[in-house]
Antibody
């Protein structure tokens, strides 16, 4: 079945970087774009942007430019890298396949930024 | 950006009763060339990722119980649960995918009364 499996939780210090992976199975990665969504604990869903998995071209939502990088290996995995981490980056990050609407979603990766 | 506003923010309904959640978009999200509303509903249970319930406003995703139904067009949309079950306790989000950024509503928390 179609499935997205994300890498495990991360605990990072301010200023460090983190790279979250999202491995797709059950379909051809390059047939669909991939979205990234942030959810701060206890809050709602915020669309971060998407990556064209065929060309590797990313598009970032406002507020997610500069320190956020989407990439893809064009085989079965997409990545979200966040640099110069801040406490306010503490959140669960989800990947979600683009069908226009989002389906399926990865299980989420909790990134905690704390000194 | 299109702003999605859900009402109410929280809702308590008795088991077996109807639950209704509303979603209003700040702009029309009906694409005239294909007559489709670019509106999806998701269910999120604690500790889980969101799950797609309906898309194109009213198309139920495969495997979703038929007590869930979506309706509406243009700027006003509704998710209805016809007979609330305990497993329906969750936060529900609407989302427009008409244009970028693909914005979500703020969520509606549904509980059992």
């Amino acid at each position: 079945q179609v499935q997205l499996v994300q890498s495990g939780s991360e605990l990072k210090k301010p200023g460090a970087s983190v790279k979250v992976s999202c491995k797709a199975s059950g379909y051809t990665l390059t047939d669909y774009a991939m979205n990234w969504v942030r959810q701060v604990p206890g809050q709602g869903l915020e669309w971060m942007g998407w990556i064209n998995t065929k060309s590797g071209n990313p598009t970032y939502a406002q507020g997610f430019t500069g320190r956020f990088v989407f990439s893809s290996d064009s085989v079965n995995t997409t990545y979200l890298q966040i640099t110069s981490l801040k406490a306010e980056d503490t959140a669960v990050y989800y990947c979600a396949r683009d069908r226009g609407y989002f389906d399926p979603w990865g299980q989420g990766t909790l990134v905690i930024v704390s000194s | 950006d299109i702003v999605m506003t859900q009402s109410p923010d929280s809702l308590a309904v008795s088991l077996g009763e109807r639950a209704t959640i509303n979603c209003k978009s700040s702009q029309n999200i009906l694409y005239s060339s294909n007559n489709k509303n670019y509106l999806a509903w998701y269910q999120q249970k604690p500790g889980q990722p969101p799950k797609l319930l309906t898309y194109w406003s009213s198309t139920r995703e495969s495997g979703v119980p038929d007590r869930f139904s979506g309706s509406g067009s243009g700027t006003d949309f509704t998710l209805t649960i016809s007979s609330l079950q305990t497993e329906d306790v969750a936060v529900y989000y609407c989302q427009q995918y008409y244009t970028s950024p693909h914005t979500f509503g703020q969520g509606t928390k549904l509980e059992v009364k």
